[in-house]
């Protein structure tokens, strides 16, 4: 079955880098053959991943087995967490632990684009949860190490990280398919995930239906640093993402999909082959916008070195090799604010 194009709606141009072609729609994928087992499906689908991160670096997964009472019941948590009051969410703030990634995010606090001002949104932070005596922890590697929960939220422990291994489930899949469209062994890429720097986030972006100051941006534009993000929308919409030519596509909300889109340590390794998009949300509708975020990265000390099915004498590796968890820690330092 062929991918099916999405129509969208247009907005305003921007400077940003250039890409080749520009898209105008985003592929939907139909990944059901990769939970099948049939190797000529599952190359199929893998071809249409590989198209859409060569031309667009974002795509729609369709029939990718994820619960929809899971996801649900992380909205309504997520809900519930974002009604306490700020002092009992500060309580968990994510400077509270040095990896930046665990905990709460209030408003204003991150700066995805340093042209704009802090985003109008506020989100909360976990990852692969680990005990308090692990190795890594215990040595000091950033992105390692326990998760910071609220207290006095029966269930919503069990909900959020049932929701993260889910989605570390099926980012797995995601990440065969990958190896299967780049010529890899189908479990390259096994080795290098089971202890993965994957966060998790839900975040809360306010309505802002009369924002007259284009600069107050849900999130700023930005591209995603690990290898890739597996994204649940709600209905709301708000999130837009840039062609070569300028133009801002809008990745409305479609029932029963996840987003995906490429990040800039795939980019790097697969020698810029798949394309890291830039994208940013702003909420003008009239109600609150509520978003679940799996943002999938290797192993800390997993080296990122171009592929060898991306590389040829007319194209030689543009990057040098990088650890992932440097790399992705410097980012996350970049974005927090801290004006």
């Not at 250039?18 to 071809?47: Q, W």
């Not at 006095?152 to 489930?169: H, K, M, Q, S, V």
Request: a negative charge.
């Amino acid at each position: 079955m062929a991918s099916e194009p999405v129509s969208t709606e247009r907005g305003e141009a921007t400077s940003r880098g250039v890409r080749n072609v520009p898209f105008s729609y985003i592929p939907v994928i139909d990944i059901g053959p990769l939970f099948g087992g049939e190797r000529r499906a599952m190359e199929e689908v893998a071809d249409r991943l590989d198209d859409a991160c060569r031309k667009v670096g974002f795509f729609y997964i369709k029939n990718h087995g994820l619960p929809r009472e899971l996801t649900e019941g992380t909205f309504e948590e997520a809900k519930r967490f974002f009604a306490l009051p700020l002092e009992e969410k500060m309580r968990i703030h994510v400077k509270k632990v040095p990896t930046l990634t665990r905990g709460y995010v209030p408003m204003m606090e991150v700066h995805a684009d340093k042209d704009a001002r802090p985003d109008f949104h506020e989100s909360f932070e976990s990852a692969l949860e680990l005990p308090p005596d692990d190795p890594d922890h215990l040595a000091g590697i950033p992105l390692y190490g326990p998760n910071q929960w609220p207290e006095d939220l029966p269930g919503f422990r069990e909900t959020i990280y049932g929701c993260y291994e889910a989605l570390n489930l099926l980012g797995r899949v995601v990440f065969r398919a990958f190896a299967i469209a780049l010529d890899l062994p189908d479990d390259y890429f096994e080795d290098k995930i089971d202890k993965p720097i994957a966060g998790f986030r839900f975040m809360h972006y306010p309505a802002q239906p009369n924002l007259e100051d284009e600069a107050s941006w849900g999130i700023g534009a930005h591209t995603d640093q690990e290898c890739f993000t597996l994204l649940v929308q709600d209905e709301t919409g708000g999130l837009q993402l840039e062609n070569s030519a300028g133009e801002w596509i809008e990745a409305r909300p479609i029932p029963e999909t996840i987003v995906v889109n490429i990040g800039d340590l795939m980019a790097r390794w697969t020698n810029d082959r798949y394309t890291s998009t830039s994208h940013r949300v702003l909420n003008r509708s009239a109600r609150a916008r509520y978003s679940i975020g799996y943002f999938f990265g290797p192993n800390y000390d997993t080296v990122v070195s171009c592929f060898a099915s991306c590389r040829d004498d007319d194209h030689p590796p543009k990057y040098p090799p990088v650890v992932a968890g440097e790399f992705c820690q410097a980012r996350v330092l970049q974005y927090h604010y801290s004006g």
